[in-house]
């Protein structure tokens, strides 16, 4: 079982920012959309797709986040449902949602290319080809126990939470000012800085007392990085000097560490008992590229059906079928 963030929306518009959308047919972004659903469709992927809620962070990567839910959306999950496949709305990002729906074992892993969600605690990230050419065999698993074990990596969930704030994320895209990637990499591994961050943060009484914890956890940042050792390989005593007193900044620390999901508003764990493979609904999508897509005559649509939907559909109910012949020699 695989989620899809709401990210495919930015993508499925990024392919129209050019010239030329005028001339694109009818609604071109739903379009690429259909396309991509089918793809899917036809690699036996069970997918819920998450889209971001009314509680996500009002400003990201340095621009303020429209609160209305974007204009395909809607569409979008017709499409989605009409295909078999699920939607479930997080509360606030989609991202963290994910990581949190992963780490409960809800799901089996996700399929993005946006590495955030090992931020937000993911333990199964998924890159493939799938949506991207004819072989839908391969795919590279990152799993968070790898990242942990792997000598040259070695890195914990904490671990990974500070080097978002060292390098800078979606919520502060300055991290700290001269600190790249691969001296961030060094100095977590140098010393316990991130569970001793994370851990405090868990454990603290309130703001004010995380605050003061913070004074002498900046001090030891800069002991670290103003001290020569093996790890990191010389003394950055510039990089020290400039940390400043807001650094990290409270509110960002407590985004990647407790972030909003369905969790942390003390309600239930989302239901997936509903998330089980079914087949596609063909009067439905039918009925959806006659409304959305300047595709000719009903024949035109069939068309279409029988080449980008009918292969899939196939597959899926034999999936179905199988499912349930297997269910029925369990219970006997």
């Known amino acids: 079982m695989i989620k899809y963030p709401s990210i495919w929306i930015r993508q499925s518009q990024a392919v129209f920012f050019k010239p030329g959308h005028a001339t694109a047919g009818e609604n071109p972004e739903l379009r690429t959309l259909f396309f991509k659903l089918s793809q899917l469709l036809s690699a036996c992927i069970l997918a819920i797709f998450i889209f971001d809620g009314p509680l996500r962070p009002s400003v990201k990567r340095g621009k303020n986040v429209v609160a209305s839910p974007h204009w395909l959306t809607e569409d979008f999950q017709r499409l989605i449902n009409a295909f078999g496949f699920f939607s479930h709305q997080a509360p606030g990002e989609a991202e963290a949602e994910l990581a949190q729906l992963n780490a409960a074992g809800l799901i089996d892993g996700i399929l993005t290319d946006d590495s955030d969600v090992f931020v937000f605690g993911a333990t199964h990230v998924i890159r493939s080809s799938i949506l991207s050419s004819n072989n839908t065999d391969n795919v590279t698993v990152y799993t968070l126990d790898k990242i942990k074990s792997d000598a040259q990596v070695c890195l914990t969930h904490e671990d990974i939470i500070l080097i978002a704030l060292l390098v800078g994320g979606d919520y502060d895209l300055a991290g700290l000012p001269g600190c790249g990637t691969m001296i961030a990499h060094k100095l977590v591994r140098s010393s316990p800085l991130g569970s001793q961050l994370v851990h405090a ?22 002991h670290v990085l103003s ?15 400039s940390i400043g007193e807001d650094f990290p900044q409270v509110p960002i620390v407590q985004k990647y560490v407790e972030p909003v999901t369905s969790w942390s508003l003390g309600s239930p764990a989302p239901d997936g008992s509903c998330w089980k493979a079914h087949a596609p609904d063909l009067a439905q999508l039918t009925r959806l590229c006659e409304r959305m897509f300047a595709w000719g005559t009903i024949r035109g649509i069939q068309e279409h059906i029988l080449k980008y939907v009918w292969p899939g559909a196939c597959m899926r109910t034999l999936l179905v079928v199988s499912r349930a012949l297997s269910e029925h020699a369990d219970s006997t």
């Open 227 to 241: 001290t020569k050792n093996q790890l990191l390989g010389r003394q950055f005593k510039a990089l020290a000097d």
């Open 201 to 222: 943060f868990r454990t603290r009484q309130d703001l004010e007392s995380f605050s003061t914890f913070l004074k002498g956890w900046r001090n030891c940042l800069r």
